[in-house]
Nanobody, 122 residues
Framework: QVQLVESGGGLVQAGGSLRLSCAASGRTFSSYCMGWFRQAPGKEREFVAGISWKGGSTVYADSVKGRFTISRDNAKNTVYLQMNTLKPEDTAVYYC???????????????WGQGTQVTVSS
């Protein structure tokens, strides 16, 4: 069992940066691949970025490639999402998730946080 708590969301102007954190409970955190997803009002939850259990492999949605960076610190049971050059279309609730395999589909993830709101003003 893994419990996830996101933090770091907020209101930022277009072009700005935010860093999201996701703290995990449980000693098995390092056994899980981690993903960040987001959901805007009226839209489906979509994949943003993922990282393998040791951090050696990462994958990004095309819409954030080159602007967002996912990383993890297994000693701190935490995964991060550094978001730069933010755009209004990045506005959404951001969720972290844990799964056995590094995948881009939400159905492949077993545990979810409660989400943190990111709002980018133009």
């Amino acid at each position: 069992q893994v419990q996830l708590v996101e933090s770091g969301g907020g209101l930022v102007q277009a072009g700005g940066s935010l860093r999201l954190s996701c703290a995990a409970s449980g000693r098995t955190f390092s056994s899980y691949c981690m993903g960040w997803f987001r959901q805007a009002p009226g839209k489906e939850r979509e994949f943003v970025a993922g990282i393998s259990w040791k951090g050696g492999s990462t994958v990004y949605a095309d819409s954030v490639k080159g602007r967002f960076t996912i990383s993890r610190d297994n000693a701190k049971n935490t995964v991060y999402l550094q978001m730069n050059t933010l755009k209004p279309e990045d506005t959404a609730v951001y969720y972290c998730a844990a799964g056995v395999l590094l995948r881009t589909t939400k159905e492949r993830y077993d545990y979810w946080g409660q989400g943190t709101q990111v709002t980018v003003s133009s």
